[in-house]
């Protein structure tokens, strides 16, 4: 389970980067 969320947060964080990137 930790791991699991651990991987979420890390996807989580990736997409928003993305976001930023995309928006810039």
Known sequence: ???ASKMQ???HLVMK???V???F
């Open 1 to 3: 389970m930790k791991r």
């Open 9 to 11: 947060t890390l996807e």
């Open 17 to 19: 980067v993305l976001e």
């Open 21 to 23: 990137r995309v928006n």
